[in-house]
């Protein structure tokens, strides 16, 4: 296979000899670094907690890292220690801001050092380490993540967890010099305030109170420092995409977005770009929680894929995040795969429905077919229209009703979700409604409509189901209905394959239940229908199956195995399942809305589950 490099020079080179957009290894410095602060830390935890350690073997190591510092060693100790442990993932992925951090912390250590114990050998390990950072500063040069204001509450929470659990170590660490015999409710009393610099009801002979006292006083310091650090840096809120952007893809989709039945998801405002060289490909994309999360297929002409993707692969780099492509074709992942070095793993399958050879007929739609007769009956009636031919009116029910009928309590969508309906943009979407008249139509603020789905255009000749919402008090198989009416109508509006939902791992949940299946594929098939207990995956599969398609393969394209949890993660926070936001009080002012239109299959999601 051969591309055209996307650039100033012209020319056709194989793919494979673009190693230089190969994906980001871990740089030798930053992970020794990294490494070395979290041993580190941990040492000086266990120096500031555990007064054995301090006077046992290994006291000739411990005096000499940050934190032994005469009277004051517990406390410091500790403090360098968490700083320390708070600063390792940073400095492993290279971030400035933990290297300035580590820069300014190692001195003031070093300083501690000489000035309270005198220790020329101890300041010289916190110098030689700066000296290390200072060396190497241009490794570290990782931009920041997308923040906002959530991660202040997080940090108290987390960090305060940690400081009350290390807190009750400390106080219990000192048996034999403890007066009594105080109860576990006495002792977190003790740590509790201490952490906020009153003494507790727990007392100890010697100068082991003091010691104890300072080490919880420097653990609440440190919680309430970082927290208010956090809770007022500006924020440095996740790249949204700007008129220009949008216009810009609606221009290579007008010329490219037959390729991909995913292209026009890439419009979604929740997400950002990169654009290839030339301009003539782009890669969209969203930050989730350090993932570089792609979806779909490059937007654009497959020759200056290459340059999109190394510019995403670039902005990975910058900031030093893991890379991650969610849903693409075959063509595509082959792409991906072969431009940065990446892996590709199959994900599941697209159901594809070629209008030409749908038809109710024949016992296999007997189902369908049934259902579909049984609600017309009921006196249901639908209407298959683009946009541009709904009145505003009935434009503004129809959103309305799609919010509520919604059935989370938060949007979902991210790679398969456009998330919003009947925008002056998107004239060119279809959207299929089912209506009935009865007692309680004059008194709905929905009027007669019982359900919608919404497709997105899939270039000139196809469409891609949205989403599908309907009224919970409407009879069974709203959605079944309108997709083969949306079916039926798609001659008319110049329709020829229409892409419906996207069932994960499809092919084992298929080959699984086929005679002759071996142990391995029938564990695998009995794990995810357990999980369908909670993502409908084995549902949507069948709900698919109902009109016949034809499978497309999609995949997801990582770094390294260890990288798939992480990526899940953010995947499922992306999409929606996962929501992480601070209380509603502590809200910063609400920023320009994007919805996540995640859509529901029968009761559940629509393209994906």
Not at 7 to 26: F, I, N, Q
């Amino acid at each position: 296979m051969s591309v055209t490099l996307d650039g100033d020079k012209s020319g056709t080179v194989p793919v494979r000899a673009r190693t230089y957009l190969r994906g980001p290894r871990p740089e030798a410095v930053p992970a020794l670094v990294g490494t070395a602060c979290t041993a580190v830390g941990l040492i000086d935890v266990a120096a500031g907690v555990f007064p054995r350690f301090r006077h046992s073997r290994m006291h000739s190591l411990a005096e000499v890292l940050p934190g032994a510092l005469g009277p004051f060693a517990a406390a410091l100790s500790l403090s360098a220690g968490v700083l320390l442990l708070l600063l390792a993932h940073g400095l492993k992925r290279r971030k400035r801001r933990a290297w300035r951090a580590a820069v300014v912390l190692l001195p003031a250590g070093a300083l501690a050092q000489f000035s309270y114990r005198h220790s020329i050998l101890g300041a010289l390990v916190s110098l030689t380490l700066c000296y290390l950072l200072v060396r190497h500063r241009h490794e570290f040069a990782a931009l920041p993540d997308p923040r906002s204001r959530w991660r202040a509450l997080a940090n108290f929470v987390l960090l305060g967890a940690g400081s009350l659990g290390l807190g009750l170590v400390i106080v219990s660490a000192h048996p034999r010099r403890m007066v009594g015999s105080p109860s576990i409710a006495d002792r977190l009393q003790h740590v509790l305030y201490g952490l906020v610099g009153f003494e507790g009801p727990v007392d100890y002979s010697g100068d082991t109170s003091w010691t104890v006292g300072c080490s919880l006083g420097a653990l609440g310091l440190l919680t309430a420092v970082t927290t208010i650090y956090l809770a007022f840096r500006p924020e440095h809120p996740a790249a949204r995409l700007t008129e220009d952007d949008e216009a810009r893809l609606r221009a290579l989709l007008e010329r490219h977005g037959g390729r991909d039945s995913l292209g026009h998801f890439a419009l979604r405002r929740d997400k950002a770009v990169v654009f290839s060289p030339s301009g003539k490909a782009a890669v969209c994309y969203r930050v989730v929680s350090g993932v570089m999360l792609a979806s779909g297929d490059p937007i654009g002409d497959v020759e200056a894929w290459p340059g999109a993707i190394e510019r995403f692969m670039d902005e990975a780099r910058a900031h030093s995040w893991t890379p991650a492509v969610m849903g693409c074709g075959e063509t595509g992942g082959e792409v991906w795969t072969r431009e940065t070095g990446l892996t590709a793993l199959e994900l599941g399958d697209e159901a594809v429905v070629d209008v030409a050879d749908f038809s109710l007929a024949g016992r296999a739609m007997r189902n369908v077919r049934q259902m579909v007769k049984r609600i017309e009956r009921g006196g249901y009636e639908t209407r298959v229209r683009r946009v541009a031919d709904i009145g505003e009116a009935e434009l503004a029910r129809i959103r309305r009703a799609a919010a509520d009928w919604r059935g989370t309590d938060t949007e979902r969508g991210f790679s398969m979700a456009l998330g919003r309906i009947g925008d002056t943009a998107d004239r060119d979407c279809v959207v299929a409604t089912a209506h009935k008249a009865d007692e309680h139509s004059a008194d709905s603020p929905y009027g007669d409509l019982k359900a919608v789905l919404h497709f997105v255009p899939w270039g000139t000749d196809g469409m891609s189901l949205d989403l599908m919402r309907r009224d919970r008090s409407a009879d069974p198989g709203m959605n079944e209905l309108l997709i083969v009416a949306s079916l039926q109508a798609a001659p008319r509006l110049g329709i020829s394959r229409v892409s419906l939902n996207f069932a994960m791992f499809r092919s084992a949940l298929a080959r699984g239940e086929k005679l002759g299946a071996g142990p391995v594929l029938r564990v695998w098939r009995g794990l995810l229908i357990f999980l369908s207990r909670w993502f409908q995956i084995e549902s949507l599969y069948k709900f698919n199956a109902k009109f016949r398609p034809r499978w497309e393969p999609r995949f997801v394209v990582y770094r390294a195995a260890r990288d798939l949890p992480r990526i899940s993660f953010a995947a499922m926070q992306a999409e929606g399942f996962v929501h992480l936001t601070l209380p509603r009080p502590l809200r910063s002012a609400p920023r320009r809305p994007c919805a996540h239109a995640r859509p529901q299959a029968g009761e559940q999601d629509a393209r994906t589950a």
